[in-house]
């Protein structure tokens, strides 16, 4: 708790937004029981501040769609309980009678994660004290509306959210998990290759699709926190990077796709049980110093595309590509003294130099938008 504290007093990242979400929260919650305490003093009090409590979401959007669910799950709960209560007139029996129902009806797709607010709100009904009459339930969904309206307004004016921070990052842990990898295949290749080190490596390139995964996701919040933000200038540039991100997204599933088909083809030359060639000094040592400069070429990569100062971390990564692609076509030109006429050779060689080449393939420059002049990054 202190760690995470200390966190969000420092700077941006996740732990302030949650903090701010929070604090966003119990506002919302606070300024609906005020307002439904003065316009609906004879109404359920619980009724709004707890809507608005819940409905301050990750985005204005979300909060406006679950705001939609939420408030049918609470009408059909609330009529349903207020039509069980006065046909039976039993507490008990009505809530025996209506709690099925509306737990089933919260099964709804429609009603979404919001479905159980059905049942909670026909147990309130049932459960408070007061008439169970239509003018009553017609006023505990106002004071929901009330509720939902309040945590809308409070989530979309004060200080609206944004991803994209949380996007640039997902990007680097990618890049730099990847760059790591294969730094520790190319360190790796300075002494026998073992069947234990290489199923290490290969593991650990199928980990990347589970970051990969993070960065999905970040893009689509990324996406979705446009919708609906009232502060332009977070929609614009929401907006504006995500197609950028999506490519950027597609370039990271295809290094993904070649450090595993990379770390694969070794892993097999490791196997004593195949007839695979096994590389000797003279192959792993130039290998081993390409691969470093591979990985030198991701992390430049990552910088371009998390970091500001787009122009000067472009420069960086043209030239680290540019030295990569010479040192490529002068180890494919050696390519057939290394294989030493065996077919299998040239083929397993081959394959080692595409897939690591092929890493850096779709890190061209080029496509990034340009930096908004004159302001600040738009969530920090």
């Known amino acids: 708790m202190a760690r995470s504290a ?3 007093w420092s700077g941006p990242g996740r732990e302030r937004d949650l903090l701010v979400q929070s604090l966003k929260s119990a506002l919302a919650a606070v300024l609906a029981w005020l307002l439904s305490s003065w316009l609906l003093p004879d109404t359920l009090a619980v009724m709004a501040p707890w809507v608005a409590l819940v409905l301050v979401q990750a985005t204005v959007f979300r909060s406006m769609a679950r705001g939609a669910q939420q408030l049918a799950a609470i009408a059909l709960g609330t009529v349903l309980g207020t039509a069980a209560l006065a046909l039976l007139g039993h ?3 009505a809530l025996a009678v209506v709690l099925p129902l509306t737990i089933l009806a919260g099964n709804w797709p429609r009603l979404g994660d919001q479905g159980i607010y059905s049942a909670t709100s026909a147990l309130f009904t049932v459960t408070a004290s007061g008439e169970a009459t239509a003018v009553v339930a017609g006023e505990r969904v106002l004071a929901a509306l009330l509720g939902a309206g309040v945590a809308v307004a409070v989530n979309a004016l004060l200080r609206p959210p944004a ?3 949380d996007t640039r990052k997902a990007v680097r842990n990618v890049v730099d998990e990847a760059a790591d990898a294969l730094e520790a295949v190319a360190d790796g290749l300075g002494e026998p290759l073992e069947y234990d080190r290489a199923r290490g490596w290969y593991d650990r390139a199928r980990r990347l699709p589970r970051l990969i995964g993070d960065v999905r996701s970040s893009v689509a919040w990324t996406r979705e926190s446009a919708w609906f933000n009232p502060e332009r200038r977070k929609r614009a540039e929401a907006i504006r990077l995500a197609p950028w991100y999506d490519e950027t997204l597609h370039t990271l599933e295809e290094v993904s796709g070649h450090l595993t088909a990379l770390t694969a083809i070794l892993l097999d030359a490791a196997d004593e049980k195949r007839p695979s060639p096994r590389p000797d000094a003279g192959v792993t040592e130039p290998y081993a110093a390409f691969l470093r400069q591979v990985a030198g070429v991701l992390r430049a990569y990552g910088r371009w595309v998390a970091e500001e100062n787009g122009g000067r971390r472009e ?8 030295a990569v ?3 490529h076509d002068r180890l ?3 390519l057939p003294r290394w294989a030493t006429g065996s077919p299998d050779s040239v083929a ?3 394959s080692l130099l ?3 080449g092929g890493l850096t393939d779709h890190l061209a420059p080029g496509r990034r938008p340009e930096e908004p002049s004159g302001t600040e990054r738009p969530d920090e």
Request: no cysteine; charged share 40%.
């Open 163 to 165: 991803y994209l921070r």
């Open 354 to 356: 595409r897939h690591a």
């Open 91 to 93: 507490p008990p029996a």
């Open 6 to 8: 200390r966190r969000a």
């Open 325 to 327: 692609g010479e040192t």
């Open 315 to 322: 420069r960086e990564l043209d030239e680290t590509a540019a």
């Open 332 to 334: 494919r030109a050696e």
């Open 348 to 350: 397993f060689f081959g």
